[in-house]
């Protein structure tokens, strides 16, 4: 059946469609901006009974639009009973920390064993449907070989408030890595990399991310075309021929803080895909481990947010995971 949401469009709009609708939906009908353009490509938006599929459509104060919106399609994931690590939880939301190896949401090539199979059992029927399938909840992701913290929706209500959140880059996300060298500021090649700048102590890079143009499984940087990026990062300790060190996400784009990483010549230990062959000097302490190292060193340690429900404001922190604790231990001597 679904149900019909009408907006009606205030003063002043944004000129497009999907941001003049995001603005001006009912905080009730849990809607993001996301799900909005999902469904104006679907035909689903409508003006005078004459359907608009076009996010980037001008609109004009006044104006009346209906949006279709199905009931979520009934979700063939199955709920598996796999531990999990919950650091905060209660009716709007649900915080975890998540191993490393365990792939957020099913796939063809991974259709159990994910963390939506243990949250499904976790939270049963507790999980929102705003994107368009039952109970699954996710709001943001991190890669299968990357550890670390994941907010996930209960309600319809807290997946278009924090759906929101993270379109308007307004969550707190600190990840810490272990990286080949030291990135210093005061590096005078560092500063001559294309997109880097030193910025109150910190190095950030900003650049535009799009898939790599021979291999499409990888996310290349661009100047001239995809999505804009920005990644700060500062050194937290520096080790022979590595360091610790804190990026922060002004964006979330797929693989961003890895693919940044190599661009300004400072791969991360253990990624198989943008860490490149460097390797650390033979007599440094924690070479063997960092050689060794199975998996890109990322952590997502830092989250914080508004509680969609109260405003409350919600920060939670997450130390590295046994193996990089190790590694970062190796690499101390």
């Known amino acids: 059946m679904g149900r019909l949401v009408r907006v009606e469009i205030g003063l002043e709009p944004p000129a497009r469609l999907d941001k003049a609708l995001a603005r001006d939906v009912d905080p009730g009908a849990a809607l993001s901006r996301s799900r909005i353009a999902a469904l104006i490509a679907a035909g689903a938006v409508s003006r005078g009974g004459v359907a608009e599929t076009s996010p980037k459509a001008a ?10 919106v199905p009931d979520p399609a009934e979700s063939h994931i199955e709920a598996e009973a796999i531990p999990l690590a919950v650091v905060y939880e209660d009716d709007a939301l649900i915080v975890v ?12 090539g991974t259709p159990s064993g994910t963390l939506v199979n243990a949250l499904m059992a976790h939270c049963g029927d507790r999980l929102s449907g705003v994107g368009g399938v039952a109970r699954p909840g ?20 807290a997946h278009a408030h924090l759906s929101d959140l993270f379109a308007r880059h307004a969550v707190r996300r600190a990840y810490l890595a272990v990286c080949h060298g030291v990135p210093d500021g005061g590096d005078p090649r560092l500063r001559g990399v294309p997109g880097a700048s030193l910025e109150d ?4 890079v900003t650049t535009r991310l799009d898939r790599h143009r021979t291999d499409r499984q990888r996310q290349a940087v661009f100047f001239d075309r995809g999505r804009h990026a920005v990644t700060r990062l500062r050194v937290r300790e520096a080790f022979q021929g590595a360091a610790l060190v804190e990026c ?23 990624d198989p895909v943008y860490g490149g062959r460097r390797k650390l000097p033979k007599d440094a302490p924690g070479a063997a481990e960092a050689a060794a190292f199975p998996r890109q060193a990322l952590h997502a340690a ?23 604790a190790a590694l970062i231990r190796a690499l101390r001597g």
């Open 97 to 108: 920390d998540k191993p490393a190896g365990m792939v957020v949401h099913p796939a063809p």
């Open 201 to 204: 102590g910190w190095v950030k």
């Open 248 to 270: 922060r996400l002004e964006t979330g784009r797929t693989h961003q803080i890895r693919v940044h990483m190599q661009h300004i010549g400072h791969g991360l230990i253990g």
């Open 302 to 324: 830092t989250l914080g947010f508004p509680h969609p429900g109260t405003g409350k404001p919600l920060l939670f922190e997450s130390a590295p995971p046994p193996d990089m």
């Open 138 to 157: 996710i709001v943001h992701r991190i890669d299968k070989d990357t550890s670390g913290l994941l907010v996930v929706a209960k309600t319809d209500a």
């Open 59 to 68: 609109v004009r104060s006044g104006e009346v639009w209906s949006i279709a």
